[in-house]
């Protein structure tokens, strides 16, 4: 008679034990969010969270809730710090490779892969390419642009062809919206034909201008995955267009590189660089000796280097021929133009 009494008391006994068992548990438990707004979010958590829930196949002690630029956890402090580490290499490995697949993810949660961190990354590196090849500043002006644009708001960079200057202020520009210091990349030239018609070319001004702007697709391609570059091209993430189309705008929030400034008349130099809002970065580049402008215009850009050489903020670094990084033959190519034109001078 009093067996199935004596049970419930048991079963309850051991229910109230169980409770406060698990009571403990979740009290011995942490919990901590984590911020990942050095990068963006979707590089982390993948297409439909297929790099999420790989990462949290690899915790399932962890409660792991992912909500924009916060991951809050929720497990053993032991648990949570192994997660912490495995997160920040692969927040590592974004900002050297600037792409993570699902093979290399896999691999950085096995412990098959050793990710450098940012810290102890070489100075000289700007960001790691397509392939993963570092991009860096291979010469003594090259490491000046970098420090340069740190601390100032407007760098003209100004030297020979073949010294880097556009490809290495591209790549500062890709590294600043990396790093979501800006929220966009302005890429701009003046339509002026280096001995060419662009009036016969179809299309409008922007489609007859971008055979020019090649070289800035090409540096973009070394440096940004083809899709995410399609998409930030589609978006207006990075926009690369004509001088002419900067006028009215304020460029605000935004990393802006006017390239060939050379071939700048006075109007279009001081319309540019009015143009810049707050929390903008503008880089300069161009070359004094390849200026295809009439005779009697003159260049925006030599003009401006005499004007603002004295403001604070501005920066004009001048590249020369031992910064060259092309072929060998270019130094002596340019030694002899060189030559040439002070010969024809006197």
């Not at 290499?89 to 450098?116: F, G, W």
């Not at 591209?170 to 790093?179: D, G, T």
């Not at 391609?221 to 978006?235: D, G, T, V, W």
């Amino acid at each position: 008679m009093n067996r199935p009494f004596c049970c419930y008391f048991v079963k309850q006994k051991y229910l109230k034990q169980a409770q406060a068992i698990t009571l403990r548990t979740l009290s011995n438990l942490t919990e901590k969010i984590l911020s990942i707004d050095s990068v963006d979010p979707l590089e982390i958590y993948g297409a439909n969270n297929k790099y999420l829930n790989l990462i949290k196949a690899y915790f399932p002690e962890l409660k792991i809730i992912a909500r924009g630029g916060q991951i809050k956890v929720n497990g053993e402090e032991s648990q949570i710090l192994k997660f912490e580490e495995k997160v920040e290499e692969i927040i590592n490995y974004l900002h050297r490779y600037n792409s993570l697949s699902i093979n290399q993810m896999d691999r950085i949660l096995k412990d098959e892969m050793v990710v450098e961190s940012k810290d102890n990354a070489n100075s000289d590196t700007i960001l790691y390419g397509t392939n993963g090849q570092a991009i860096k500043a291979r010469t003594l002006n090259q490491r000046r642009m970098l420090k340069s644009i740190e601390q100032n708001d407007v760098l003209f960079a100004v030297g020979p062809a073949g010294t880097g200057k556009t490809y290495t202020a591209v790549a500062l520009a890709v590294r600043a919206l990396k790093n979501k210091e800006v929220k966009r990349i302005i890429l701009t030239r003046p339509a002026v034909e280096a001995g060419e018609n662009l009036g016969f070319l179809p299309g409008d001004l922007k489609e007859k201008l971008d055979p020019y702007l090649q070289p800035l697709y090409d540096a973009l391609r070394e440096m940004i995955p083809p899709e995410k570059l399609a998409f930030y091209l589609e978006s207006g993430v990075i926009q690369i267009a004509p001088l002419a189309f900067m006028r009215g705008r304020t460029l605000d929030r935004a990393f802006v590189i006017l390239d060939e400034a050379q071939n700048t008349t006075h109007a279009q130099m001081k319309m540019f660089l009015t143009r810049m809002g707050a929390s903008a970065k503008f880089v300069v580049t161009g070359d004094a000796s390849q200026i295809d402008l009439p005779r009697k215009q003159v260049s925006g850009l030599k003009e401006a280097l005499r004007i603002l050489k004295n403001i604070e903020g501005i920066d004009i670094i001048f590249l020369e021929e031992n910064d060259v990084i092309r072929h060998q033959l270019v130094k002596n190519i340019i030694r002899a133009y060189d030559k040439n034109e002070s010969t024809d001078k006197n």
